[in-house]
């Protein structure tokens, strides 16, 4: 990001960077503006030391190969919600066929080493989740709804998109090792595996992730 603050009229301002995304998100309670509305303050108050070129290149990079997709492998994973034995909600991950797994279940995402994926996940929660994979970067493909009503996790059959597959905007065409996964819809990912190793994916929010919205996947030498 480049921030210009050499407008006087900024000279002796408090300028806060403000979050206004109800939590959870989308749907959730409105922040509290006197705490988690707050995210960080400028204060313009000393002189500059340095003028930097605050001129936007015409071009931040260039258009990125796209990875070959027509004949990458599709899973189909799931983001899920159950209840624990106490009736408490947990955030899980898991596979469309075979639902919510758990963290100890068998690895189920095993790609060889250079493969290309498409991961294909259904977000049958109704937060939106940043998705994180280890050692891989990947490219977003598109967001698509589908029908959250017929849709049941372990069935593949109840799976029926709608609408049209939406390209992510000019902010998500780079390469991303996170991504937001909105409710209500399939968020599709392309990736070339290319580090043989145990690592794992999983949705970054604290809470989500070590209860227990992280899975182990492997790729094979
Ligand atoms: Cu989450």
Known sequence: MIVDFADPKLAGQTIVVRNDARTPFPNGHAVDPATTGQVMAFRVSKPMSATADATLPASLRAPLAKLPGLRARVRQLLLAEIKDEFGRIKTMLGTVEHGALGWDAPI?????????????????TPDAHPMHLHMVFFQVLDRQKYDAE?????????????GTAMAPPAGER??????????????????RFDLPGLYVWHCHILEHEDHEMMRPYRVLP
């Open 108 to 124: 189920s995402e095993t790609p060889r080493r250079n493969d290309v994926e498409i991961w294909s996940v259904v977000n049958a």
């Open 174 to 191: 780079g390469w991303k090792d996170t991504v937001i996964m909105r409710p209500g819809e399939v968020t599709r990912v392309i990736a």
């Open 150 to 162: 017929k849709f049941e996790a372990g069935k593949p059959a109840t799976l029926r998109l709608t």
